[in-house]
Nanobody, 124 residues
Framework: VQLQASGGGLVQAGGSLRLSCAASGGTFSRLFMGWFRQAPGKEREFVADISRSFATSYADAVKGRFTISRDNDKKTVYLQMNSLRPEDTAVYYC???????????????????WGQGTQVTVSS
């Protein structure tokens, strides 16, 4: 499975961005998908995930502001980010795994496949 993330950029605080992650090389509908982020000097952290049955979960820091979704026909997972804050600045990574069957997967060790990351910078 190959993952290609896109959609990052520079935005002012309060603005919005939509990240996309296109998958290839596997059966997308069978993949559990997640988004993580890594800010400078910090460890990679969980942002959101979406199961095969479209169940979603979010980190407390983004709950109510970010929305994860998937389009199985387009083999793409999205992360809609609203009300962005400077502390949301990070490299955002999408991840996938074919054997996660839990409702949520917040640990990066649970995912076998990773995209290259896309930079999101929020200015104050």
């Amino acid at each position: 499975v190959q993952l290609q993330a896109s959609g990052g950029g520079l935005v002012q605080a309060g603005g919005s961005l939509r990240l996309s992650c296109a998958a290839s090389g596997g059966t997308f509908s069978r993949l559990f998908m997640g988004w993580f982020r890594q800010a400078p000097g910090k460890e990679r952290e969980f942002v959101a995930d979406i199961s095969r049955s479209f169940a979603t979960s979010y980190a407390d820091a983004v709950k109510g502001r970010f929305t994860i979704s998937r389009d199985n026909d387009k083999k793409t997972v999205y992360l809609q980010m609203n009300s962005l804050r400077p502390e949301d600045t990070a490299v955002y990574y999408c991840a996938a795994d074919p054997v996660i069957w839990s409702i949520s997967a917040v640990s990066q060790e649970q995912y076998d496949y990773w995209g290259q990351g896309t930079q999101v910078t929020v200015s104050s």
